[in-house]
């Protein structure tokens, strides 16, 4: 293979870019992860969802001003910009964004919102780029691209098995005004682990619903769901409370229990209409599973480096961790691991690049599965040599630690995705012996 194939090549104008990324995370994101959690420190309660630190907005700007804004905008989507100033600096492909991605990963409270490159807002933000109206593209399009404002993905539910979205229930309910002989729609349920619902800059929820209908698609399997555009803050989209993840409630973007109680819609706030909930929902899921995966990496690399640092500054038994049998083990574990996780993410990545998602489909189930075990060892070996320590405050490894092991269930359950790397190779192998002409015994 030579070095311009190569899954880690960068194209210069890319290496350039990327060496301004990692220079603005190390640099200006991180030594600000202390002002952050000094800020959210001073508050308490309902507090803390209200107020954003100023450390994130000073961010923004400089990423700005070095040309770091809205790299994750995909290259066939370019040209579906509604203000093509608002594109990345340099166009990348999904491979050349996972590496990015991995530098964002290291600091990931506030380096990707700092690049506008953040979920949920990314996948929304693509959704709107492909799908969206031109009066969505105006109301949320646009200010998303700008960071003006955030938004949230309403998709999973407390009472129901979310990991297979046929058994959602959230209902929208189709009817005629009999007054004005208009369409409208009533949207009702309740969503939780709905991401950025109590940030104070949002101003749009996507909202995975079940039509309420006798239309064909509606009968179908995965014709019953469409995903609506809800404006937020809304008197009829509630926040019952907010969710934790092991104890960190990562206020003020965090996670939030939401009620949808009889949401009044039009037929300008549907995307894509009736029925298409499931094609949205899927053309969404696939870079950000890669995002998340490259940003992981990032994050577990970081980790493994504080593990080299203390294996080096600690001493037992009369020498230095890293001289003991045990840690040189983990040390080597972990580098092994870190290797897999970012070649197997950016073979995916570049054959999302070649062949698209949906064709891709069965090897970005297979990194969805793979990359947060494989990063999460590394982590946990990371909190081992800390010793007590790794288990504190005094180190982000606890809270990397917590955030990986979510990482698991996010965006679908790993016994979900096994179970469609099964039926993917079982398909493939019976198109294989249906190609193949009958044996005569």
């Known amino acids: 293979m030579t070095s311009d194939s190569s899954l880690e090549y960068l194209r210069p104008e890319v290496a350039a870019l990327k060496r301004k990324v ?19 420190a001073d508050r308490h309660g309902p507090d803390r969802w209200t107020a ?23 290259q066939h989507l370019i040209d579906k910009l509604p203000d093509p100033s608002l594109g990345p600096s340099v166009p990348l492909t999904y491979r050349e964004y996972g590496i990015v991605c991995e530098s964002l990963g290291r600091c990931p409270d506030l380096a990707p919102q ?35 404002i955030r938004s949230c993905f309403l998709m999973t539910e407390p009472a129901v098995a979310s990991s297979d979205p046929t058994n959602l229930e959230t209902a929208l309910e189709k009817h005629i005004n009999t007054t004005t002989g208009q369409v409208e729609y009533t949207l009702r349920g309740r969503k939780w682990w709905s991401t950025g619902a109590m940030d104070p800059r949002c101003r749009l929820a996507l909202v995975v619903a079940r039509m309420q209908s006798s239309s064909s698609n509606a009968a179908s399997r ?14 009829q989209v509630k926040p019952e409370r907010a969710l934790t993840v092991m104890g960190y409630d990562d ?26 909930g499931f094609r949205v929902s899927q053309a969404r899921l696939g870079p950000g599973r890669i995002h998340h995966c490259m940003r992981a990496i990032g994050m577990a690399t970081r980790c493994y480096e504080l593990m080299i640092r203390r294996s080096m500054e600690r001493t037992t038994f009369g020498k230095p961790l890293w001289q003991h049998g045990g840690c040189q083990e983990q040390i080597a574990d972990s580098v092994v691991d870190l290797h897999a996780a970012r070649l197997l993410t950016l ?19 297979v990194i969805k599965v793979a990359v947060p075990e494989l990063c999460y060892r590394v982590i946990d070996r990371a909190v081992q040599v800390h010793g007590g320590a790794g288990l504190s405050q005094d180190f982000i490894l606890a809270k ?14 790993d016994s979900v995705h096994r179970r469609t790397i099964a039926l993917l190779e079982i398909k493939k192998e019976m198109n294989k012996r249906k190609s193949q002409p009958k044996s005569h015994l």
């Open 400 to 413: 990397a630690l917590a955030g990986l092991r979510s990482l698991r269930i996010a965006d679908g359950p």
């Open 347 to 365: 073979s995916v990545a570049a054959a999302m690049d070649s062949v698209g998602a949906q064709k891709a489909r069965d090897r970005i189930a």
């Open 222 to 235: 995965h014709g019953a769901h469409t995903i609506v555009a809800v404006p937020m803050p809304h008197p």
């Open 114 to 148: 700092a690049c506008n490159s953040s979920a949920p807002d990314t996948g929304n933000m693509e959704v709107l780029l492909e799908f969206g109206t031109p009066q969505q593209k105006q109301k949320y399009l646009l200010p998303l691209l700008r960071g003006d």
């Open 251 to 276: 206020a003020p973007f965090g996670h939030a229990q939401v009620l949808l109680d009889n949401v009044k819609l039009t037929p300008e706030d549907l995307i894509l209409g009736e029925g298409s």
């Open 22 to 40: 990692d220079a603005f995370v190390e640099n200006e994101c991180i030594p600000a992860e202390q002002e952050f959690e000094a800020f959210m």
């Open 52 to 74: 954003i630190p100023p450390c994130l907005e000073r961010l923004k700007e400089r990423a700005k001003q070095l040309g770091l804004w809205n790299l994750f905008v995909p």
